[in-house]
């Protein structure tokens, strides 16, 4: 996850805060997992969000979805679905228009993991 | 003991705590569901709470479902901790108390036979940290090093001081202590063991004995409403119309509630009252296409995949396909393993109380984060808004840890009634018809042999149902579309690893996945398995004209543990003797879940052949380690009624995309009259390994039978249940 996140970030710092991902701490099967990520933005034409990613560590492709946003958007804000390979850490990792990169982080435990023991 | 006098079916939870939510969890008056640890007793960790008259409240996170996993896990938590052991209870943590503590109790799972497997490293250092941190504490009242203490059964002594305390009394100080290192705490050999490792008796048994155990349909909340539920029949189709009036006027119904897209629910001030109207309710379904598919159309797309070019490899070992063309003579067999249900004495249930604030949920389930996972979903609440509350289980065996349905529909119904409780209880016909099902399987296995009757070349070829295809896409995706789960006993490395080396193996499985839904019936894939490899290992001994054992012993010079209990087993059976009169004998081995198990029986025969008496079964376990060996008994034997009234009884079958059978009359159970005696060789081998109970021993009976049976009678019986060969256990 962490070289798809520099892919996106071109090496720039991402810091914490002004990211809001909410994802349920735990989930049955990981099979489809409701998400919202909200980012605090003015969106004006000077300070606006340019792109939400969502990136995962253990599912097979880390970045789930790239979301683009433009001033017109009126909010940062979407909700989707994703699925979950296993129990992981979920980042939402914001794009401002000043170049800089914020995120957020989600622990996930995937429950059924638990039944089938080594096989996942 | 608790000296708190309720009668079984009304208990009532103190309406203070009804109104607000509850804090700590449900107060119940039975030591080994739930004991309340208020009065502000501080705990000494989080596994451990010690109250000032030294009784210990051990915190366990599995569940309790009558295979004693509960106790065992005291039992290891005690054996470090040097406490009293009659003063010992356990209480739940709940799911919502897990997550506020970064899951410090871990998982709560209890599935797979890993309650005690796969915690007991933690748990016993949890025991032990609090040891050292009590005696720390009275180390420091003292002034004195707390290597001069001694501590038993919870009394510290200082010996040249000759002054000596109690746990009840140091735990207040042992609770503001920094805990040790769990890295650096050294366990107990498990070969010093004062309580771990002995046949104690089960906590909670005098409850279950006299019925004051609180089981979910028992539970009386302040306003509660009975429920009950059917979902479509037809597993995918949905509901697409039902006539409330015809009903909502009948005695004491409340409402009438669509759950879903898939079920209608009837609301009640009685269960049986709710029942009844929704008896009476007109309800229309979209069965949708599955209403075409029937055993019949099952059976023929499985026994397709017996022969079809393509199949997912599991375990192979040299060149079977090649050794079998040129084997000098051959043999085959086609085995076929049902549709059965878990049918737990207790019917799926689950009591939820929503309102925006707050959503709460008392259910028997074998996994509380499941259930709370399920309550997030269904009730749309943060979690800090959710709790679970987690009751005994009158029976679980797979059926209630990945499935969470009732708790979502309980959770659905409630959500329409904001502040009312809602008991949600299915009709044993619900839990006939609404099942995970042990899946369907065919195998056809064939053995070539060269001219001295060597065995030279094995395919097995599995064909239909995966669980964790329909259960958990992910893990068979990442696999490349195989299940690896099919292969539990005849794998090829790992926890369920086959017993033998052959010297051209081909395991593979063609995978059919009819609509019905699977899911883990104890023993998961080893029933299947275990009868397909263990009776066909038979057929190969006799075809190459060899007494069984001896010829299984030709494969097994690698696998050292499964040989000792095969070996166990026969010399107690007595294997190298004749049998007694009119008694034959048949016997199987398998590992499975970490643990060696072996069985051999003796059964007799009427001349009709059609009527079975099982007289004994011997069965050898090697778990590692047996944390109580008298509850090791009597899983096993448990393990063999299901397992038993599984081979002779049960069958689920599909007819216009349902399930026909729908209650006991149908899918019956044996009778005590009909148990065989079970006489149970525990022979833990140690070793980095811990292995399972709960599972395993389940699956070695069913082929010692049939394999008893045709030395019995000259027939091999390829399909079970036994009824459909018109033949009945006696």
Same mark, same amino acid.
């Given at each position: 996850?962490?070289?798809t ?26 099979n489809s ?28 492709? +880390? ?9 017109r ?28 990169f ?19 | ?69 509960i ?9 470090e901790?040097? !406490? ?32 005690i ?55 207040a ?8 290192e ?24 005098v ?24 979902? !479509? ?31 209608v ?5 009685t ?17 949708g ?6 055993s ?51 019917p ?16 028997p389930t ?10 997030? =979903? ?21 059926? &209630? ?9 309980a ?5 329409q ?18 099942g ?17 009757? &060597?065995?030279?070349?094995l ?24 299940? +690896? ?21 081909l ?5 059919r996945?009819?609509?019905? +839904?699977?899911?883990?019936w ?27 054992l =001896? ?9 050292p ?16 003797k ?20 072996a ?23 090697? +778990? ?27 069958? !689920?079958?599909v007819?216009?995309? &349902?399930i ?19 006489? !149970? ?50």
């Amino acid at each position: 996850m962490q070289s798809t996140l520099r892919e996106l970030t071109g090496g720039a710092p991402v810091q914490r805060g002004r990211v809001k991902l909410q994802l349920p701490p735990l989930v049955e099967n990981g099979n489809s997992v409701a998400f919202t990520v909200a980012v605090d933005s003015p969106m004006t034409a000077d300070d606006h969000v340019r792109a939400i990613h969502v990136l995962t560590e253990q599912n097979p492709q +880390p970045n789930v979805m790239s979301v683009r946003f433009g001033p017109r958007a009126g909010k940062a804000q979407f909700s989707s679905r994703t699925r979950l390979a296993d129990s992981q850490t979920v980042h939402a990792v914001a794009e401002l228009s000043d170049g800089s990169f914020w995120s957020d982080t989600v622990d996930v435990v995937v429950t059924l993991s638990a039944c089938i023991g080594d096989l996942v | 003991m608790d000296t708190i006098d309720f009668n079984r079916r009304s208990f009532l939870v103190s309406s203070a705590m009804a109104g607000g939510g509850l804090a700590i969890g449900l107060q119940l008056p039975f030591g080994a569901t739930s004991a309340q640890a208020a009065g502000g007793t501080p705990e000494v960790n989080a596994w451990v709470v010690i109250k000032p008259d030294d009784t210990v409240v051990v915190r366990v996170a599995r569940s309790e479902m009558g295979q004693g996993t509960i106790t065992g896990l005291a039992q290891l938590v005690a054996e470090e901790l040097e !406490c009293d052991w009659s003063k010992v209870t356990t209480e739940y943590p709940t799911p919502g108390e897990n997550l506020r503590r970064k899951r410090v109790w871990q998982s709560f799972s209890t599935g797979g036979s890993r309650g005690i497997r796969t915690s007991h490293d933690y748990v016993r250092r949890g025991g032990a940290a609090a040891r050292i941190m009590l005696l720390q504490a009275a180390a420091q009242a003292w002034g004195v090093p707390a290597s001069e203490l001694a501590v038993d059964k919870g009394v510290i002594t200082h010996a040249t001081s000759g002054r000596r305390t109690t746990y009840g009394r140091m735990a207040a100080a042992a609770a503001k202590l920094a805990p040790p290192e769990a890295k650096s705490i050294q366990l107990k050999d498990p070969k010093a063991w004062k309580i771990a490792g002995k046949p104690l008796q089960r906590l909670g048994l005098v409850e279950k004995v006299t019925g004051r155990q609180i089981y979910g349909a028992d539970l009386k909340l302040p306003g509660m409403v009975n429920a009950t539920i059917r979902e !479509c029949p037809v597993f995918g189709g949905k509901l697409k119309s039902y006539d409330a009036a015809k009903v909502s006027g009948m005695k004491g119904v409340k409402q009438v509630l669509r759950v879903g897209d898939t079920a209608v629910a009837v609301v009640a001030d009685t269960w049986w009252h709710a029942k009844k109207a929704l008896d009476s309710l007109p309800v229309e379904w979209d069965y949708g296409d599955n209403v075409r598919v029937s055993s019949a159309t099952i059976a023929a797309d499985l026994k397709a995949g017996l022969d079809a070019p393509k199949a997912f490899v599991g375990n192979q070992s040299g060149n079977a396909p090649e050794a079998l063309a040129a084997a000098a003579s051959k043999i085959e067999a086609v085995y076929s393993y049902p549709y059965q249900n878990h049918a737990p004495m207790e019917p799926m249930n689950a009591t939820a109380r929503y309102t925006p604030e707050k959503c709460e949920v008392w259910v028997p389930t074998q996994d509380g984060e499941s259930s709370f996972a399920a309550v997030l =979903a269904a009730s749309g609440l943060p979690a800090d808004k959710c709790e679970v509350y987690k009751i005994d289980l009158g029976g679980g065996f797979g059926r &209630r840890g990945a499935f969470q349905d009732y708790v979502r529909q309980a959770v659905l119904i409630a959500k329409q009634m904001p502040g009312t409780p809602v008991k949600l209880l299915w009709t044993r016909e619900e839990d006939m018809r609404q099942g995970r099902y042990h899946p369907v399987m065919q195998c056809k296995l064939t053995g070539g042999f060269d001219a001295d009757k &060597r065995l030279t070349g094995l395919h097995m070829r599995l064909s239909g149902q995966s669980i964790l295809a329909s259960v958990r896409p992910a893990v068979v995706e990442k696999a490349g579309g195989k299940d +690896p789960l099919s292969f539990q006993g005849v794998a090829d490395g790992g926890e369920h690893s086959i017993g033998y080396s052959f010297p051209n193996l081909l395991i593979d499985h063609a995978m059919r996945n009819p609509h019905v +839904p699977p899911g883990f019936w104890r023993g998961v894939n080893i029933n299947q398995n275990a009868i397909f490899m263990e009776c066909f290992m038979d057929e190969l001994a006799h075809a190459a004209g060899q007494d069984p054992l =001896a010829f299984r012993r030709q494969f097994m010079s690698r696998y050292p543990r499964n040989l000792a209990v095969l070996d166990a087993v026969a010399e107690r059976i007595g294997w190298d003797k004749p049998a007694p009169a009119g008694r034959h004998r048949g016997l199987a081995q398998m590992k499975a879940f970490d643990s060696f198990v072996a069985a051999a029986c003796e059964i007799s025969v009427d001349s009709t052949g059609k009527k079975v008496k099982v007289h004994r079964i011997v069965a050898a376990t090697d +778990p590692g380690y047996a944390v109580n060996p008298a509850q090791i008994e009597r899983q096993i034997a448990g393990s063999f009624v299901y397992g038993l009234s599984a081979l002779f009884m049960q069958e !689920c079958t599909v007819k216009d995309g &349902r399930i026909e059978q729908d209650n006991f009359h149908t899918y019956n159970s044996m009778r005590i009259a009909q148990m065989p005696k079970v006489e !149970c060789i525990v022979m833990p081998s140690g070793g980095p390994v811990w292995g399972g109970i709960g599972e395993p021993t389940i699956c070695v009976a069913a082929p010692a039978v049939l394999n008893a049976y045709f030395r019995a009678t000259g027939n091999r019986l390829r399909s079970v249940p036994l009824k459909n060969h018109g033949i009945e256990l006696v």
